[in-house]
């Protein structure tokens, strides 16, 4: 049983690593997106600004989850 508390545990936490960068890309994607769509250049930096918020905040969500569980 031990192993398998190790590989769920490691699939957690690699989850925990892809999301930041995941959320800034799909922000930054959305925003540059937009600005194509549009013509403009600022949306590409404010969608990158709520990827990295929201990016945070589930971090946050995950890592508080993980204690309540612990």
């Known amino acids: ?29 959305i925003g540059y997106g937009l600005d194509k769509l549009f013509g403009t250049g600022y949306l590409k930096i404010i969608f990158l600004l709520l990827g990295v918020a929201a990016g945070i905040i589930e971090v946050i969500r995950e890592l508080t989850r993980d204690d309540a569980a612990n």
């Open 1 to 29: 049983m031990p192993k398998d508390n190790l590989f769920r545990d490691l699939g957690k936490y690699y989850h925990i690593a892809f999301l930041l960068p995941a959320c800034i890309l799909v922000g930054f994607g």
